[in-house]
Nanobody, 120 residues
Framework: QVHLVEFGGGLVQAGDSLRLSCVASGRAYHVGWFRQAPDKEREFVAGITSTGSQPFYADSVKGRFTISSDIAKNTIFLQMDGLKPETAAIYSC????????????????WGQGIQIPVSS
């Protein structure tokens, strides 16, 4: 069993940077971040293996977002640079036994989500 909790959310302005953290309990799994904006489906943002390697990104965030992990602290990070109003969404971290890619049905455990509003 894995329990995930996100930290670091809040209201930010367009162009700002923000780092989200996700603290996981339990054994190591591959991890990822998803987001869901109002009236839109949940979409994949970024993923990384259980050993902190081979990061994988959605095209919409390449070059602006960076996923990383601190294995010793069981923590996953999402560094978000160049925030845009359309970046606003609820962000969730998640863990999978089999993937760090964009198929949400292959993720087994989910955090509660954290709201990231972005003002103009």
């Amino acid at each position: 069993q894995v329990h995930l909790v996100e930290f670091g959310g809040g209201l930010v302005q367009a162009g700002d940077s923000l780092r989200l953290s996700c603290v996981a309990s339990g054994r190591a799994y591959h991890v990822g971040w998803f987001r869901q904006a109002p009236d839109k489906e949940r979409e994949f943002v970024a993923g990384i293996t259980s050993t902190g390697s081979q990061p994988f990104y959605a095209d919409s965030v390449k070059g602006r977002f960076t996923i990383s992990s601190d294995i010793a602290k069981n923590t996953i990070f999402l560094q978000m640079d160049g925030l845009k109003p359309e970046t606003a969404a609820i962000y969730s971290c998640t863990a999978s036994k089999v993937t760090w890619n964009n198929n949400q049905h292959l993720y087994d455990y989910w955090g509660q989500g954290i709201q990231i509003p972005v003002s103009s």
